[in-house]
Each structure stands twice: as C-alpha cells, then as structure tokens.
C-alpha cells in the first residue's frame, strides 16, 4: 500500500512546490466527479494533475534535482516504472466531511476548510477519501507488496503496513484511499452520486480547485457583527453583511503565461450576491487611489529627506513604482460577475510580478522565475471557462427571450431574414458588458460606419489563448451548418430534439477560420467532411460547448457520423461514447 499516502503527497507537492497552498483535480473538464467522496463533503479538493504538469512553469520547476529524486522516490512508492510519466495520474480528487474541529484557538471559523471560528478542523479524524485515476493501469502488485489484505462487504481492500492508510481498486485504473474507516464506508457506498448540490455553484474547469461549504453558519453571523478596524474601507460593512448569507466558496488556479486567480461564491438569496458585488466594485475601486496615495507620500518623504539619502530614497521610489505599475495591473484584470445568487471574481497575476518577486527575495521564490517562461501552458482550460460563460450568457439570453440568440424580431434583422449583427453581440448585456451592448446601433449592419468602431472593443471572453489573431476577431462560433441551432434566427430549446447534451451550440474553430466578433458569421461545414477548419488550437482536438451549457474537447479522430450527429439539432442521431 502506499505508506503515508504517497499520492496525496504528489498533490501536496504539485501545489505547495510552487505555489505554498494547492492540492487537488477535476477529472479534465469543468465538473467534479464525486464518486466514492463522502455524502456531504464538506471540503472538496481537486488536481487536474496530467493538465498541471505538462505547464512549462511545472516542468521547470519539477526539473530541479531535489524534486526529480522526490519524484523519482515518489514513482517507486505507487508502482509506476522510472521511465513512466507522471502525466499518466489524470487526476487526484479530495472529499472531506463530518470534521471534528480542534480547540478554538480564538481566531474564529466557520468554514470547514479554514480557521474561520470554531478552531481548525481536525483533518485526522475527518471522513476523508481520496480517488486517484490514471489513464492506464495501476501496477497493483507493488502497492499491494506493502500492505496486508482484507475484506469489506464482499470488496478486497488493503491497509498500509504502517499507519492507518487503507485503499482498494474499483478497476484496474482507479485507486481510492482514505483511512480504514472511511474506506469502508466508501466501499458500502460505491460509487454513489455522481455529484452534490452544495457545489454546483463551483467552475472546476481549473489546475486547481479547493471548495467548501461552511461548517457552522451561526459562526459566520457572530463575526459580522465585530466591529469594523480603523482605517478599513466604507464598503468593509457590506461585504460583512453578504458574507452572512454565504453558501459556500471555492478558490481555483490555472498556470498559463500567467497565473489565473478564480474565487467563487453561492449565497441564500440573490440580492444578497448582488449587494457584495456591489461592494465589491466599491472596494476594488479604492485600491488604485490607495497605490496613488502611497506614491504621493513616498514622493514627499524623498523630497524632505536629508541629501545623504537621496540616492537611497530615488532608487526605492523607482522600484515602488514597478510594483505599482503591476499592481495596477491586476486591479486592471479584476472582474466580477454575477449570475443569481452565485459571485464569481477572476485576476490575473501577471509574469512581470514572478520577475520582481524574484528580485526582490533572491533564492526564496526561485520556482516563481519559471512563469517568465510559461508561454502557450493553458493548454486549453481557459477555452473551456470562456465557452462556459458564453454558454451561461445563451441561456440567461433564452431565458429572457424564450430563444437562442439572435431572436427573430424583425428589428434585429435585415430585409432578408438575417441579423443585422452576430449573437456575440446580442448577449453582451448577460455577461455584464451593458454599457458596450448600449454603444452599437442595433438596426444596423456590424460593419456600418458605426458599429464598425466597436470591434476594437471585443471582450476578453471572445479569444482563445491558443489563438494569434488580429485584434476583434474570433474563433468561437455558432453551428450555422444544415440543421444546426443557429442555421436561422428564432430557435429555441424545444427545437433540440436531438438533446442539450448531444448538440453542439458554439465551438473553437481553427484560426484560419476566424471572423469579426460582431460580424454574423458562423461555423459552415461540409456533410462530406465536418471536420474542416476545426484542428490547430488544441492538437487533433476541438473544445466545443454543449447546448446544456457543459464544455468538452471533443477528439477529431470520432467517425464523421458522430461529428455530424453533434453538429445537427434534430436529426435523430444515436450519439455515445465522444
């Protein structure tokens, strides 16, 4: 068996290796797979470990000797060959419920994840599984050389000759581990339920991904009720307040050029996500002011000082002013979107801030130096997030509309039938880009005088970091092809007789098949070869986003049939195994 838990060790060391915090893994797409987790997981932690490691900034940092014998070490342990690739571990997923909390040591703790209240939870004695999926075979016979064997419920399962680590294999490339208590309860469940409402809310479609829900609620109303420190911001009350009312939150990171940062909340009741993005924005605003301030006095406090420390002072205020200048930023790259009772923020840690840290404390964050050179390392992630969003905004459109973007009211169209602008447009106003939505003049064409201004405008959320494209324009397009949603204007849900999940609403074409964002042009294909202009930004792969608003890579290598059964809305199709 693996003593000690080698291969939570393998997520620990992912995550703390180079960022001092992570573990964890969704099973390479944008949901988390509960199977075998405890009813009621509390805290969810999850690695997409095949996705993270083949990052430039990974291997770099994996590529130091120290971590090369530890994983050298690391591979003999879990029974994987010295020439195996550890890429072959897809994905680690943590669940943690029923945690008994450690003596309060004052600093408060709600949250079974954090020490939010009521103390520390006491890991040790939580109902905890891991399950850990390779994309071949366990070597068995080494995990098993190092454990004793016993039975549960007709299952064989293995205990760690030394400590309490249990684990037992449901098919040859699945390993579920916990302790021997925990395991058994595992194994009287199965696989159970293939997932838990609590977190429904969480985008898993990241490197890294932690989720919890809170432990005691009550907790969390006491804190609010502490008085604000001196010197806090006006809007440290309402974001007190909204917090009352938290369901749960999650923290997720994905490594690419630069680092993504995504912190996401569900509340009890909408207004209440809406009054903390409220407060938010308010907030956030104070930052840049706050950075002006502190340049302001550190200008002064240079021009007072005696002229032995000039020299001294001009040098830090030049260095202040880089970190401001990055500083700035990241304030820049924050959002904040909302959709219900679900809060979603996302920053982005820029390469230049790795540089300076790197700088500044020489030796103590050498692992930071490798996001200078972690160019092109999404790898296909921040597709999925984009096409997601798109997707919640088409449905937020649908149910406003009762249609699919574009609708066909006859004000939106041309005297052809046709839009006068793409659907891109049209659901601006669902992905929080109101002001934008109001600047194009809906009754004309994407290319009149007008509106022809706005393409420079395009949101981040329309670009495929894979892409290298000229400014306004997209690879993200509708199924415009026979029989497919957006073939013409006006259809709607009950139109998709084939099923949301089977038919394809928008994909990530090929950049040679690019088009102006506000433009109303869609993907075209040909029944004798679908495929065609779909392969460059994710190797002999397309993402795609259904029409049930999930996003897939789905393989270039499936018959055509399949390809033209996900391309049609009606056609009847028997569609499986893509």
Not at 241 to 252: D, L, S
Not at 298 to 317: L, R, S, Y
Not at 535 to 553: I, K, P, T, V, W
Not at 558 to 573: A, Q
């Amino acid at each position: 068996m693996i003593a000690g838990g080698s291969l939570l060790g393998l997520a620990l060391l992912i995550g703390i290796g180079y960022l001092g915090a992570g573990f964890i893994s969704g099973f390479g797409g944008g949901d988390a797979d509960f199977a075998y987790l405890p009813d009621n997981t509390k805290v969810l932690i999850s690695v997409q470990v095949a996705d993270l490691l083949e990052s430039d900034m990974v291997q770099k940092a994996l590529s130091d000797p120290q971590a090369k014998a530890a994983i050298d070490k690391l591979k003999q342990e879990i029974g994987m060959a010295a020439d195996e690739d550890l890429t072959a571990i897809q994905a680690i997923i943590v669940g943690v419920a029923n945690m008994p909390q450690k003596p309060s040591d004052g600093l408060g703790g709600g949250f079974g994840m954090g020490p939010l209240g009521g103390g520390m939870p006491d890991f040790s004695k939580a109902d905890m599984i891991a399950v850990d999926r390779k994309n071949s075979a366990w070597n068995q016979d080494v995990l098993k050389s190092k454990a004793k064997e016993s039975t549960h419920n007709s299952t064989t399962y293995f205990v760690a000759n030394a400590g309490d680590m249990a684990g037992f294999f449901p098919d040859e490339k699945t390993l579920v581990l916990g302790n021997e208590s925990s395991l058994k309860k595992a194994i009287e469940r199965g696989k159970g339920e293939s997932s838990q409402w609590q977190f429904d809310f969480v985008d898993f479609d990241q490197h890294i991904v932690i989720a919890g829900v809170p432990r005691d609620k009550s907790v969390l109303k006491q804190n609010s009720s502490t008085p604000m420190m001196p010197g806090m911001p006006s809007s440290a009350k309402e974001l007190a307040e909204a917090m009352q009312k938290i369901e749960g939150g999650a923290f997720g990171v994905t490594i690419g050029s630069d680092i993504e940062l995504q912190v996401q909340g569900s509340f009890s009741d909408s207004s209440a996500a809406g009054d903390l993005k409220a407060a938010l924005a308010d907030g956030l605003s104070e930052g840049p002011k706050k950075m002006d301030e502190a340049m302001a006095q550190q200008k002064t406090q240079m021009e007072n000082a005696p002229p032995q420390f000039q020299e001294m002072m001009q040098k830090q205020a030049e260095e202040m002013n880089e970190m401001m200048e990055i500083g700035r930023k990241v304030f820049d790259s924050i959002s904040v979107s909302r959709s219900g009772s679900a809060i979603s923020i996302s920053a982005t840690l820029p390469s230049e801030l790795g540089d300076k840290l790197k700088e500044q404390l020489p030796g103590g964050l050498g692992m930071l130096s490798a996001v200078q050179t972690a160019r092109g390392a999404a790898r296909g992630s921040g597709c999925k997030n984009n096409l997601k969003q798109i997707g919640l905004a088409m449905h937020n459109y649908h149910d406003t509309h009762g249609k699919f973007p574009v609708s066909d009211d006859p004000e939106w169209l041309d005297e052809n039938g046709k839009p006068h602008l793409s659907w891109r447009v049209h659901v601006l106003p669902f992905m929080d880009q109101i002001p934008l939505y109001h600047e194009f003049h809906l009754d004309e064409p994407w290319n009149s005088a007008h509106n022809i201004k706005l393409v420079s405008k395009m949101p981040r959320v329309y670009k495929c970091p894979e892409g290298n494209l000229p400014t306004g324009e997209t690879t993200y397009l509708g199924i415009a092809g026979p029989g497919g949603i957006l073939e013409k204007p006006g259809v709607g849900i009950r139109d998709v007789t084939d099923g949301l999940s089977n038919t394809i609403l928008v994909l990530d074409a090929a950049d040679s098949k690019a088009v102006v964002w506000t433009q109303p042009v869609d993907f075209m294909y040909s029944p004798s070869n679908p495929m065609s202009g779909l392969a460059g930004h994710h190797g002999d792969s397309f993402n795609a986003l259904l029409s049930d608003g999930a996003a897939r890579l789905i393989s270039l290598s499936l018959p055509t049939k399949t390809i033209l059964g996900l391309f049609t809305m009606s056609g009847g199709e028997n569609i499986s195994g893509f």
